[in-house]
T-cell receptor, first 114, second 112 residues
Framework: DAGVIQSPRHEVTEMGQEVTLRCKPI?????LFWYRQTMMRGLELLIY????????DSGMPEDRFSAKMPNASFSTLKIQPSEPRDSAVYFCASSPLSVFSEAFFGQGTRLTVV | GNSVTQMEGPVTLSEEAFLTINCTYT??????LFWYVQYPGEGLQLLLK?????DKGSNKGFEATYRKETTSFHLEKGSVQVSDSAVYFCALSEDYGQNFVFGPGTRLSVLP
């Protein structure tokens, strides 16, 4: 398996524009997580899905952020409109249904909003 | 709720020095414990894990023992290398993987 795949790896956009980040989890995994990493706040859980259903979105910073998982092999995180404070590295991770299993992370998308 | 506390660093060591990064946790149940490593510009990778009390996880010369009595999972390595320079995250999970909690990360720099 190729692991968790995120695209794009880097995104530079202007303030006010819509940004869409994409994630393909590992096949067969039941859980998908979106994290945001910044120097100031560290690694923050934004939202996670179980079998394509959003379970906890309490970490989503505000209504400008939305996430979807239309099927088991694809998820998106959308920011509309984007702001400079959204600049961060966004990670997607997936895990199987096992209390003993780790989360498998993608390489991340570095977002810069200018 | 569940939480993970670890020394934030940065930690700077000379090559071949002994490394300890402390990690303690708070959990309502009986979690699995993990150490992840993040190299510059990359995602988090699992370094080692332990799933029950007194288990020792080990990988690439790193070790950590699940201590339930002290709720700790300290990371150790006997002789660090320059290539070990990275950020290390302690984490736990409960409830079938739906509740991963990460510590703040510890930046390690190893000097030649």
């Amino acid at each position: 398996d190729a692991g968790v795949i995120q695209s794009p790896r880097h995104e530079v956009t202007e303030m006010g524009q819509e940004v869409t980040l994409r994630c393909k989890p590992i096949s067969g995994h039941d859980y998908l997580f979106w994290y945001r990493q910044t120097m100031m706040r560290g690694l923050e859980l934004l939202i996670y899905f179980n079998n394509n259903v959003p379970i906890d979105d309490s970490g989503m910073p505000e209504d400008r952020f939305s996430a979807k998982m239309p099927n088991a092999s694809f998820s998106t995180l959308k920011i509309q409109p984007s702001e400079p404070r959204d600049s961060a590295v966004y990670f997607c991770a997936s895990s199987p249904l096992s209390v003993f299993s780790e989360a498998f992370f993608g390489q991340g998308t570095r977002l810069t909003v200018v | 709720g569940n939480s993970v506390t670890q020394m934030e660093g940065p930690v700077t060591l000379s090559e071949e020095a002994f490394l300890t990064i402390n990690c303690t946790y708070t959990a309502t149940g009986y979690p699995s414990l993990f150490w992840y490593v993040q190299y510059p510009g990359e995602g988090l990778q699992l370094l080692l894990k332990a799933t029950k009390a007194d288990d020792k996880g080990s990988n690439k010369g790193f070790e950590a023992t699940y201590r339930k009595e002290t709720t700790s999972f300290h990371l150790e390595k006997g002789s660090v290398q320059v290539s070990d320079s990275a950020v290390y995250f302690c984490a736990l999970s409960e409830d079938y993987g739906q509740n991963f909690v990460f510590g703040p990360g510890t930046r390690l720099s190893v000097l030649p």
